[in-house]
């Protein structure tokens, strides 16, 4: 697989938080998913806003392709926050999903082209004139990806895409993911809920004490778990990864 993106030397403290992120490195392949996962706290949200170009780092850069990424290639990457909520900017279903392509500064015609396509591979095709309030939180979570592909984004990353969510809407969720598996999408899912994912996981990553604790082929990262890296095993309720999904 090609290389996407890369981060190099990634380094982010706060004020009230002190170190969060010191000299983390990753590299992402293109058409993987990618597990990212970690206790609270670990880093994970704020290594994905860097990467997605929404927290400068205070050392370190972001490789795309190879090359310093720029402002424009940013948008390669899109995020979908774990309050759905808060990333609803628009009255309708439509003019929601239509807001990031709008910003592109697209012609009228290509907006509505993209946000046809948008909402009919996420199944809202229905639900154009709906207020995204009155979606589940499940279709809240398509809603978000809807938006993020008709910017166009390459990667998509989800943060805590399981996060208050009923039965359903874990199944719908995971319905996304294995569609834009199919679809060659790269997918990066931050969560701690393993035993709902891990089964279609190319890779898992742990992230812990401001570094990465451990990178690699799920099983394998499974076998070295530390416990003071705060990760459960799923495979203690499961018989095997194969098995760690609610679908």
Known sequence: MEKIFSLRNISKKFPNKGVVLENVSLDVFEGECLVLAGANGSGKTVLMRVACGLIEPDAGEILFRGAPISKARRGSVGMIFQEADSQILGETVAEDTAFGPKNLRLSRE??????????????????????????????????AVAGVL?????????????????????????????QMKTQGKTLIILTHELEKILAFADRLVILGQGGIRDDGKPADVLDRLDPSWGVRDPRVSYTAITDCTWL
């Open 110 to 143: 290509e907006v509505k082209r993209r946000t046809d396509i948008a909402l009919s591979a996420m199944g809202l095709a229905e639900k154009q004139g709906y207020s995204p309030r009155r979606l589940s939180g499940g279709e809240k979570r398509r809603l």
């Open 150 to 178: 008709a910017m166009g984004c390459e990667t998509i990353v989800m943060d805590e895409p399981f996060a208050n969510l009923d039965w359903q809407g874990v199944r719908q969720v995971l319905e996304i993911v294995v």
